[in-house]
């Protein structure tokens, strides 16, 4: 999620000082009550490899958000059901917004704008 609520367990003003961020995945260890690790992301960007502590006898796993994300949003029912040819609900960067339309009609998802509007 690109806006809502801050739910990361991490405290915000430690995050915060990294700048801006569109995705943010936190990692807290149970026998690290008071240390969090966490990953930031722009929209951009790939989504992180992150770490996924087992237990204390085994060393961490590996998790790939990015493949997770793009091997449930190809095998689900999304592609369906979203409209590209609509703005996001939350809006992106002017920057960003251009960057999207750019893939979404590259995917031929999106027709270019002299096309929608009828020009």
């Given amino acids: 999620m690109r806006k809502g609520e801050y739910t990361i367990a ?3 003003y430690k995050v915060e000082e990294f700048g801006p961020w569109d995705y943010a995945v936190c990692l807290h260890r149970g026998d690290r009550p ?3 690790e966490f990953w930031l992301t722009g929209v951009r960007e790939r989504l992180p490899r992150v770490p996924v502590p087992l237990t204390s006898d085994y060393p961490d ?3 790939d958000l990015q ?3 793009d091997s449930t949003y190809d095998s689900g029912i999304y592609p369906r059901f979203l409209d590209y040819t609509e703005e ?3 809006p992106l960067s002017a920057d960003d917004a251009e960057w999207a339309n750019a893939l979404l009609i590259k995917a031929d ?3 270019p704008h002299a096309e929608r509007d009828g020009v």
Wanted: glycine share 6%; charged share 15%.
């Fill in 10 to 12: 991490a405290p915000r």
């Fill in 61 to 63: 796993g590996s998790l």
């Fill in 109 to 111: 998802l999106r027709k």
């Fill in 67 to 69: 493949s997770v994300f």
């Fill in 34 to 36: 008071n240390i969090f």
């Fill in 88 to 90: 996001p609900a939350i």
